[in-house]
């Protein structure tokens, strides 16, 4: 069988990991046992939980149970059976090591132990492949986006952890509603909200030549009859909060919707799109995803309709 080939940075990403297996190794006189291990794709934290054994016999003659801190790592929670936590105050840092006198834990055998480390900047794309997200197909009542991503080279990490999670991976999609808006406003009204573009571009600009001349463009459109600029501004952020927009989307699974925003990166009164997260979870034995976001773009425009003629919001 002919060896997988590493994506390139995956020897670092297996160095930066590898603080799990020495930490485990010093456990080795309490018959660890790793029953998980755990990236989060978001904040680029890892994890072990580890089963360990002390029976009294052995917290008689250990002095002191010393773990050096590698890559950073804490310790998280530690539970004794049937699951009941420990103080963390049982382990104290010193001199770059986690140490535990056995002597104050209680009279049980097993314990389950919970580290955490960080990986460094930019490592946990090395272990996920996320294809950025595309319109694959439109509707005229609906646009699609397909959804996709994996755990790189999986046989070898299947090599070094018996189960590895990678949790909350985020396939952000932007969802365009540029015309959903321009397709229900008055021709006319569409110049006041050009205006009002103009005039908030003009002040996040430096030149003052050029924020009088917009403040002008826009009072000239007072006569044009509808909502007032702080009423359609209002009309606007009402339109596009996450609570309401996510009533229109629905997602496959095993993808769920996260947080979702107005894109405030382009300035102007009218958003261009919508952030919208997709978020999953990936394991050695599911280590692909894919699936549909799915954006109902008429009822939202019928939504943004109504409420723009006064038909409730």
Known sequence: MTAPTQTPGLSELLSALDWTN???GFFKPYKPVVKRMRINYRDST???GIHISIPDSLKRRVARVEVPAYYNFYIYEMLAEPFTPLPTTLWQF???KWKLDPKHLPRVDNFFLVMRGRLPPGMVGRLVRVQEARNRNQTESEDNYWLDC???DVELFEGVWTALEVQDIDV????AIDACFSSILPKEYSKKVDAVGDFLRAGHGKSRQEVFKAWGKLRST???PGKSVDEFLGFMMRMTTGELFSQYLSVDKPFNLGLIKRDDKVVGPAPKRMLVEALTDLTTKQPVA???LS???KEYTQKVKSAFEGGGE
């Open 172 to 175: 952000g999609v932007n969802v």
């Open 222 to 224: 007072n006569r044009i």
């Open 94 to 96: 010193d001199g770059g």
């Open 290 to 292: 894919n699936g549909n």
């Open 150 to 152: 994996m755990i790189r």
């Open 46 to 48: 890892s994890e072990i």
């Open 295 to 297: 954006f109902k773009k």
């Open 22 to 24: 020495k930490v485990v």
